[in-house]
Nanobody
């Protein structure tokens, strides 16, 4: 299984970014895909999840601003991030597990991880 993130970058407060995670070799019929983030000197935190039925969950800190989605034809996971704030600055990781979503989670239950993409929001 390989997960490859892209789409990070630097934006000003209030701006938007869309992260992508291209998955390959992932053949579970029941699965969970997730986005996590980790800021310097902080613990990793879950941002959002989506399962094989399309059900989603979000951290309270991003509800109403971020949207997780997936394109099964392209084997790609997305995270649309709007109204970005400086506190959203972090390395963002795509993760997956071949089972139901575990939420809340700091990621210990997720088996597969991407390399991360940096998001920096300036005030």
């Amino acid at each position: 299984v390989q997960l490859v993130e892209s789409g990070g970058g630097s934006v000003q407060s209030g701006g938007s970014l869309r992260l992508s995670c291209a998955a390959s070799g992932f053949t579970y019929s029941s699965y969970c895909m997730a986005w996590f983030r980790q800021a310097p000197a902080k613990e990793r935190e879950g941002v959002a999840t989506i399962d094989s039925n399309g059900r989603t969950t979000y951290a309270d800190s991003v509800k109403g601003r971020f949207t997780i989605s997936q394109d099964n034809a392209k084997n790609t996971l997305y995270l649309q991030m709007n109204s970005l704030k400086p506190e959203d600055t972090a390395m963002y990781y795509c993760a997956a597990r071949g089972d139901y979503c575990v939420w809340p989670s700091r990621g210990d239950s997720y088996n597969y991880w991407g390399q991360g993409t940096q998001v920096t929001v300036s005030s």
